[in-house]
């Protein structure tokens, strides 16, 4: 039976609360001070790729509307993290992050030393948005209703515990604060008058639950790979190298 | 500078001595006898989604190659894995082993539970013989090179320290014996013919190294998931459920 727009509304929100990456012990770990500036940088290199790909993601999703009404709203997703004359973007005040936690910024941006899991995971989102129904692609950029808590939360906690956290390096953090809202109101008018059907609620509830996962998966390659007992797989990033102003 | 085809299998080998899943710990774990029994059903419940994957990737593959030749020489691959009139075929073979372990080999074969970080490496792995060169293709299938002393090293380990194994629950593990083999002399010849530059042959060895990847970022989802202390991702299988004969 097909969900009352406000009764779909509420699946939604559902998963966020169920399976949104700010239940993940590493979150708990990186807010509450208790990470090693090397277990903040490993998430700053990885998350890094993840920033990287979204607006390859948004392209691709641009790439398959005909409307172009649509894709005029779509488009400053884009400008927001690669940047305009007036707006240096998402993707450099990352790196701003990362000059602040002491990882060689030339580094973080070549993406070298990435877990490959983090890779898999946002990998299949890129794939995911190319491949799947258009309602199923807005569907999965929903997981934006959750992250206003978790950065406003991330400001507060990085803040309080970290020598590197002030408004420069946390930059990135405070403007998605007011972006990320702009776009998912946007996305989740678009999913709910879409959704038409039971068929497609279902669908596009399947595709935020896929992209909980894609989130998920990130922390815990993380959590596997750099917090005790850490199990760095072959290839990736190594504690205490490819620091700022050093020669590693 | 091209290297002459027995430097560059030396590279390729190495390449399997330095990063094959043979030195996760998950490996030793499981053929040492250290494996609770629920760590063996989740073992064999997200394998099977690799296994369950890989003559899509095989298809994929034959579907860009124009040389009927080629085509038939790669052929086998799907038949090993999809059976025949002869043969089960390598899919029946995994249930068998399910069965064998105790979980419900219907929920292992409707690939519920998988964790999504082994979704999201062998999707990965699908789709880069999908989008990638055929020497890429088929140089990552090279890690054949390095999994009959694995397959070996499994039967004795499961046979010496598990109740659940024997010649029918392990007779994938004997088949791949002969099978890998096969495969994978075609494979290596087949690259070190086509690599015939020094670009291509870098290509088709991080197309190994991506290969590798796929397989280590499984064992360290399984380790994450399941082994001490357990971080089971929201919707992935749960201990105890969907045993072989309950009603779970």
Same mark, same amino acid.
């Given at each position: 039976m097909t969900a009352s727009p406000a009764e779909f509304e509420a699946r939604l929100r559902q998963i966020g609360a169920e399976? &949104? @990456?700010?239940? @993940?012990p590493f979150h708990h770990l990186l807010h509450s001070g208790g990470c090693t500036p090397d277990q903040v940088r490993a998430w700053v290199i990885n998350r890094f790729y993840y920033q990287a790909s979204i607006p390859i993601k948004d392209a691709a999703f641009m790439s398959r509307v005909d409307d172009p009404a649509l894709r005029r709203a779509w488009r400053s997703r884009i400008e927001d993290h690669d940047g305009t004359e007036q707006n240096e973007g998402g993707i450099a005040r990352w790196l701003r992050l990362a000059d602040a936690v002491g990882v060689d910024r030339d580094y973080v941006a070549s993406k070298?030393?990435?877990?490959p899991a983090s890779r898999f995971a946002v990998d299949a989102y890129v794939r995911f948005v190319r491949d799947k129904s258009l309602l199923e692609a807005v569907a999965a950029s929903l997981t934006e209703l959750f992250a206003p808590k978790i950065h406003a939360a991330r400001i507060e906690g990085l803040l309080a515990n &970290? =020598?590197? =956290?002030?408004d420069n390096s946390l930059s990135y953090f405070r403007n998605r604060l007011t972006e990320a809202p702009k776009d998912v109101a946007f996305g989740l008018a678009w999913v709910l008058e879409h959704a038409d059907t039971a068929e497609k609620q279902d669908a596009a509830a399947a595709a935020l639950i896929f992209k909980t996962d894609v989130l998920w998966a990130q922390l815990d390659a993380l959590h596997a790979a750099y917090v005790t007992p850490a199990r760095i797989p072959p290839g990736a990033w190594q504690p205490g190298t490819f620091l700022r102003g050093a020669s590693a």
């Open positions: 399976r &949104y @990456h700010d239940k @993940h070298q030393g990435v877990l &970290y =020598a590197f =956290a002030d």
